[in-house]
Each structure stands twice: as structure tokens, then as C-alpha cells.
């Protein structure tokens, strides 16, 4: 689902010396993202195709507060209709420092709140935040005794040095996925109804 960047290059430049067919070089469209709903190309659920692009695009992924529509850019005029863009509608902007520190919404401002007035009840739910969001993680990679990176005992008292530690690994693994790319192993057609991997 990936537009082979030299390919796409070639073709714009045969088009500079004739616009009139630049829709056989490329034809955006915008598909929004609903539900369960999976590509009729490819047979990857559009959400995880969404998703996969927003944290591997060059903006640092941020979760926005309330609800949003995702929408896909995809391109008509190469096969299997590649994602060329990415958006997203939300509920609110995010991002506005005063309004956010106003209203509590930023980590600091929050913790400070929760430091002088947590209830129970503010506990109960950190906790089952915590235990839900490291209940989704997908830990196999990381618990393989191969790469010798975590324990299960890690993760229940994780310390400041296990921390750093996958923060650099983390850094090292995206430093090597963008070295190591090959876009003929991205182009591999898959059958729709194929399962991701």
C-alpha cells in the first residue's frame, strides 16, 4: 500500500512535458475510514492501514481527546491504489498550550491535580488505565529471550535504566527500518482476503 517513490518520480517527470495527462499519472481520492471496513485491494482492515501510516509518518503521533474521523489518500492511477497522505478530523484542537493548561488537560497540569486532590476513585481509574494500555501492547518482540531486552519481571517493576534502554532500542530499530528499506519488498501483491502479518 506504499507508492514506489523512484516509479512515481519517473512518471512525473515524462508528465512535465505533457500536463494533459497528469490524471494517468496520479488521481488522489479520499476514503474514509469506517468501522471494521478493509481494503478492497488488499484486504487489510482500512483502521490498522491508517494507523500503521500515522505512526510511521514524519509527525510524532499524539492521541487527541474525543472523537475523530480518519480519512486515507489513495492514489487511482498505480495498483493497489497506495496511501499518498494521511488526515484526520477531531473533536478539538489539540496542542493549544494556555487553553489546555486552563482547563487541565495538559500531563503536567494534571498530575499536579492529581498530586494535591487525587480521590480513590482518581486512582482506581489511573490504574486500570495503566493495566489497560500495557494490556495492548504487543509484547512478544520485546519478551524474546533472543533479543534479551525485557523480563516479565521488567514489565511489573519496570526502573529508570529499563526505560532508557527501550527508548534507545526504539531509536536504534526505526535508525535501521529506514536504512535497511527495500521498496520491492513492500510491492509484493497480496490476495485480497490475505491477512496481514
Known sequence: MMCDGPELAARLRRAQSD?????GVVQPYIQIV???EVCDKTGLPLGDVWRYFRFTWANLHRSVPGRSLMILVRDAATENHPVIG??????SAVQIGV??????WSPETYV???????????VRWLVG???????EIYQDDLLDPAHDLLTR????????DIIVGLQDYARLQRHE?????DARGHKQALQVGDKAR
Not at 500536463?19 to 490524471?23: F, I, K, Q, V
Not at 494521511?86 to 473533536?91: D, E, Q, V, Y
Not at 499536579?112 to 482518581?122: F, K, V, Y
Open 99 to 104: 487553553r489546555d493548561d486552563w482547563i487541565g
Open 86 to 91: 494521511i488526515a484526520a478530523l477531531a473533536s
Open 177 to 181: 527500518h529506514h536504512r535497511l528499506v
Open 153 to 160: 519481571h521488567h514489565l511489573v517493576s519496570p526502573t529508570s
Open 112 to 122: 499536579g491535580e492529581l498530586r494535591a486532590n487525587a480521590t480513590e476513585s482518581h
Open 34 to 36: 469506517k468501522g471494521e
Open 129 to 135: 488505565l495503566i493495566e489497560g494500555g500495557l494490556s
Open 19 to 23: 500536463t494533459s495527462n497528469l490524471r
